[in-house]
């Protein structure tokens, strides 16, 4: 078993940043591909970035890149997802998701979910 706790979520005006965290406990952590996903109401949970397990491989949402980037930390057994530039259209509820594979786009890949954060970004 993995636990995985977000933090870090808020409200922030438009061209704001927030960096959200997840930490995680249970298993080694470096077995794990990491990701972000997020859903606004009514909408599908959709991957918004992912990193790899040795964090030399990222992978990103086309409407995040360049604004949004995750990193993790071995030390920390954390990872992290600094979002700048945020948009009304952020507005979600972010979590948290790892995978014994690799990166995966489909949320049915991963093993393991966090509680989820709510990230609202008002314009």
């Known amino acids: 078993q993995v636990q995985l706790v977000e933090s870090g979520g808020g409200l922030v005006q438009a061209g704001g940043s927030l960096r959200l965290s997840c930490a995680a406990s249970?298993?080694?952590?470096?077995?794990?591909?990491m990701a972000w996903f997020r859903q606004a109401p009514g909408k599908e949970r959709e991957f918004v970035a992912g990193i790899s397990r040795s964090g030399g491989s990222t992978s990103y949402l086309g409407s995040v890149k360049g604004r949004f980037t995750i990193s993790r930390d071995s030390a920390k057994d954390t990872v992290y997802l600094q979002m700048n530039s945020l948009k009304p259209e952020d507005t979600a509820v972010y979590y948290c998701?790892?995978?014994?594979?690799?990166?995966?786009?489909?949320?049915?890949?991963?093993?393991?979910w966090g509680q989820g954060t709510q990230v609202t970004v008002s314009s």
């Open positions: 249970g298993r080694t952590f470096n077995n794990y591909a």
């Open positions: 998701a790892a995978n014994l594979g690799g990166v995966q786009y489909a949320r049915e890949a991963y093993d393991y």
